[in-house]
T-cell receptor
């Protein structure tokens, strides 16, 4: 049973569209995250949610909005997609300082 | 100054060699450090967790922290082709926030 699962695995879309990526964790962790990995493999934090509260927003454009319906889910909505948004987006979860557990990623390609 | 600096490589070594991967960090207050391994088209997976200074060994892998020089290392003994991956070091985000800051990752290639 997958610990952190995200869908879709691949997402190809046109510039200007709005898209969502879903994430679910079954580890019972309190905190969930979204990370972005660019073409050079640099992994950078975008958001974290702890008990439905946004903790971090690392200078991410407001076109990106995380939404957490409950502790086990953290979805990422992206409005007005731009070419520069093309990247791999990873969902992750953690409990205290025991490390992050990542999903398998969503490859987003904006054409 | 970036929180974590890591040479991106690639680093290519023959099978059976000892591999040394290194990172430097800037915040002397950090108390724990991690190494993640990422295979192509996969998510990063936690490989080693080291709290404070010293060594931690797990099979062929040894993680080492030198807080005096703000230097963290990962050693792989008897390297195998299956060890070929990108290795990322990570430190706490800092400021009391949850999450990790990652180095840029070192792409490791083990030649059969």
């Amino acid at each position: 049973d997958t610990a952190v699962s995200q869908t879709p695995k691949y997402l190809v879309t046109q510039m200007g569209n709005d898209k969502s990526i879903k994430c679910e964790q079954n580890l019972g962790h309190d905190t969930m995250y979204w990370y972005k990995q660019d073409s050079k493999k640099f992994l950078k934090i975008m958001f974290s949610y702890n008990n439905k509260e946004l903790i971090i927003n690392e200078t991410v454009p407001n076109r990106f909005s995380p939404k957490s319906p409950d502790k086990a889910h953290l979805n990422l909505h992206i409005n007005s997609l731009e070419l520069g948004d093309s990247a791999v987006y990873f969902c992750a979860s953690s409990q205290a300082d025991r490390g992050l557990f990542f999903g398998s990623g969503t490859q987003l390609s904006v054409l | 100054q970036k929180e974590v600096e890591q040479d991106p490589g690639p680093l290519s070594v023959p099978e059976g060699a000892i591999v040394s991967l290194n990172c430097t960090y800037s915040n002397s207050a950090f108390q724990y450090f991690m190494w993640y391994r990422q295979y192509s088209r996969k998510g990063p997976e936690l490989l080693m967790y080291t709290y404070s200074s010293g060594n931690k060994e797990d099979g062929r892998f040894t993680a080492q922290v030198d807080k005096s020089s703000k230097y963290i290392s990962l050693f792989i003994r008897d390297s195998q082709p299956s060890d070929s991956a990108t290795y990322l070091c990570a430190t706490p985000l800092g400021g009391g926030a949850d999450g990790l800051t990652f180095g840029k990752g070192t792409h490791l290639i083990i030649q059969p």
